[in-house]
């Protein structure tokens, strides 16, 4: 079992629809959760971090996180065709450890 | 400007030659990482650190060596032992604590002929 999983993708949506990205992780002591957003060729960009169970909204963005299921979620509201990128669920956990799942190709058509 | 850099940018060697990517930080950050990504994947960590003179290793450190002397720089070797070393390679830092993220440099890509 990897450490994160996501979804390779490509995920498809038409322009201002909803995207929704998901991540499940293995090591139940993660303590940090992270959605970086990486242009082909640049490096990561940090999107959302969240450390608590809940919703952490900011702006378009809303980053969903259960920690009894493992799961940690990313919603790209009124997506854009400049939100097309890959995006990596990232997690910290014991020793500072941070660790990629593989990326989710998202792809916003007009 | 505080920020991470790794250079070269772009580096060719040849099969069988050891190389030296830098990573250089000053944001007074402890934890500092090196991460390989291969196209269309995503990153898989090589080795990382949380202190000077302290290192360990990741999902895929055969082939690979690293140093900690100095807590802004953590240069990682590609020896000729790693099978495939043609790939984009990643430095990042991060606090040491918990609920803070890391910081990525511009990126190494290293080509071997």
């Known amino acids: 079992q990897k450490e994160v999983e996501q979804n390779s993708g490509p995920l498809s949506v038409p322009e201002g629809a909803i995207a929704s990205l998901n991540c499940t992780y293995s090591?139940?002591?993660?303590?940090?959760f992270f959605w970086y957003r990486q242009y082909s060729g640049k490096s990561p960009e940090l999107i959302m971090s969240?450390?608590?169970?809940g919703d952490k909204e900011d702006g378009r963005f809303t980053a969903q996180l259960n920690k009894a299921s493992q799961y940690v979620s990313l919603l790209i509201r009124d997506s854009q065709p400049s939100d097309s990128a890959t995006y990596l669920c990232?997690?910290?956990?014991?020793?500072?450890?941070?660790?990629f799942g593989a990326g989710t190709r998202l792809a916003v058509h007009p | 400007d505080g920020g991470i850099t790794q250079s070269p940018k772009y580096l060719f060697r040849k099969e069988g030659q050891n190389v030296t990517l830098s990573c250089e930080q000053n944001?007074?950050?402890?934890?500092m990482y090196w991460y390989r990504q291969d196209p269309g994947q995503g990153l898989r960590l090589i080795y990382y650190?949380?202190?000077?003179?302290?290192?360990q290793k990741g999902d895929i450190a055969e082939g690979y060596s690293v140093s900690r002397e100095k807590k802004e720089s953590f240069p990682l070797t590609v020896t000729s032992a790693q099978k495939n070393p043609t790939a984009f390679y990643l430095c990042?830092?991060?606090?040491?604590?918990?609920?803070?993220?890391?910081?990525f440099g511009q990126g190494t890509r290293l080509t071997v002929v």
């Open positions: 990042a830092s991060s606090s040491d604590r918990p609920n803070t993220e890391a910081f």
């Open positions: 090591d139940r002591v993660s303590q940090s």
């Open positions: 969240i450390y608590s169970n």
């Open positions: 990232a997690v910290k956990g014991g020793y500072n450890k941070l660790i």
């Open positions: 944001l007074n950050h402890d934890a």
């Open positions: 650190s949380q202190i000077v003179n302290d290192f």
